[in-house]
């Protein structure tokens, strides 16, 4: 609760009483004395009566829906009820929210009666990720007589997850629904034993590219291809969280928003995906489809930069990367372009089909060239380089040698 203070009438009652005081001193009048006392005091019991008579509420929140992208709007809905045995007072209300939210105005509350409830709805943008508590709902009112004003918190906080944006990257879209484009074919390449094709039930998360309509019309129930379930092709992340290479909060923001759109559009056409990470591990660091996207980008949500290196990641990731039987697509997302780091992952080119490093600042000359002369592909993607815009220029800059493909883009260098 908030503690009470007098409204401007109160003040004003106050003021009057201190000058009849001063003046039942002057004249020596006692009813004038009577009176000051009377309005003096009157302020200081209204406070302790709003301080006392504290509304009994409950509070149910949720929220619509129940994770946000960035930028996206959320509707919190309220659901306030009285729980004493009286009616309430008139009173107004307003929302807790943190920092990065929009600032709420007070609003009217009606007079609940016992057992009433009521229904408070509004809605709130997010600009950054993470993990938010909004609430508790705190209600305002004043004395009968408006001499004084109190707050009180009511209610549970309850967490928000906001989300980074995941862009719809090329080769995502209808051709790939219907199970055709680049990317099944890349999946095909990856492990070359999939061309027997086994239906099995639909499962709640299954991707529709995958269902196969001859046996649906046969089984008269869904029925989905398990080719990529059974290959489990893999792919592979890593992302600098370690503070000492991060070039301020912005580029590290657009390398999450990064990881979470190619994490996401791998799964989508069928790779189990590995997470490496330069700092302590944050993230689970394997997905899978069905659930797979959800928990990645959940866990983006609240990643942070990272103080301590999370040991010889170098070395982990390459043994991650032997343990396969062919060369995997591997994407490393630099947030500063540090040469140290870029030069411990460079000889792990030559396990990986293909080999893409995004470099999220322009001034990252010296790491480029020595990823480059390992035969890494390269792309800077600064600040006015989206998740979308950086995928197709790391498409656009791979050589063509006939190799697999990866998202409707050239071919990848062998």
């Known amino acids: 609760m908030s503690r009470p203070v007098p409204t401007l009438r109160g003040w004003v009652v106050g003021a009057a009483g201190v000058v009849l005081l001063v003046a039942a001193g002057w004249a020596g009048r006692v009813d004038l004395l009577f009176g000051g006392l009377l309005l003096t005091i009157a302020p200081l019991v209204a406070m302790a009566a709003v301080a006392l008579d504290r509304p009994w509420l409950s509070v149910a929140r949720t929220y619509s829906p129940d994770t946000v992208e960035v930028g996206e709007e959320v509707q919190v809905r309220l659901d306030v009820r009285n729980q004493s045995g009286r009616a309430t007072a008139s009173m107004s209300w307003v929302d807790t929210v943190p920092a990065g939210f929009a600032r709420l105005a ?17 809605s709130e943008r997010a600009a950054r990720r993470g993990a938010y508590l909004l609430g508790p709902l705190t209600v305002a009112r004043t004395d009968p007589f408006g001499l004084a004003r109190g707050g009180y918190g009511v209610g549970e906080s309850k967490v928000l997850l906001v989300t980074p944006r995941v862009r719809a990257l090329a080769g995502s879209g209808d ?9 099944p074919e890349l999946v095909r390449h990856s492990i070359p034993s999939t061309d027997e094709v086994i239906p099995r039930d639909y499962r709640a998360g299954d991707p529709l590219r995958r269902v196969q309509w001859r046996a649906t019309a046969r089984a008269g129930r869904l029925m989905v291809r398990q080719e990529e379930q059974l290959s489990n092709p893999e792919a592979w992340l890593l992302l600098d969280t370690l503070r000492a290479h991060a070039g301020g909060a912005e ?29 302590e591990r944050q993230l689970a660091g394997s997905y899978e489809l069905p659930g797979g996207d959800q928990l990645l980008v959940g866990q983006l949500a ?35 372009g540090d ?7 460079a000889p792990l080119r030559r396990y990986a089909a293909p080999a893409i490093a995004f470099l999220m600042t322009s001034s990252a000359a010296a790491a ?24 197709s220029l790391a498409m656009q800059a791979q050589q063509p040698a006939g190799g697999p493909r990866l998202a409707g883009a050239a071919d990848v260098r062998p």
Do not use: K, M, N
């Not at 051709?175 to 680049?182: H, N, Q, V």
């Not at 923001?253 to 590995?274: C, F, K, M, T, W």
């Open 302 to 336: 609240a990643i942070e930069q990272v103080r301590e290196p999370g040991g010889d990641i170098a070395g982990r990731f390459a043994a991650s990367l032997r343990a396969t039987r062919s060369g995997v697509p591997v994407f490393l997302i630099l947030v500063d």
């Open 368 to 391: 480029r060239e020595l990823l480059e002369r390992a035969g890494w592909v390269c792309v800077e993607a600064d600040g006015r380089t989206d998740a979308a815009a950086a995928w």
């Open 339 to 345: 040469p140290q780091l870029a030069a411990e992952f």
């Open 175 to 183: 051709d790939e629904a219907r199970g055709e484009g680049t990317d």
């Open 106 to 122: 007070f609003r009217a509350l009606p007079s609940l009666a016992s057992g009433q409830s009521v229904t408070l709805r509004y």
């Open 251 to 279: 580029p590290f923001e657009r390398a999450v928003e990064l990881v979470a759109s190619i994490g996401s559009h791998l799964l989508d056409v069928g790779y189990q995906l590995g997470v490496h990470e330069t700092g």
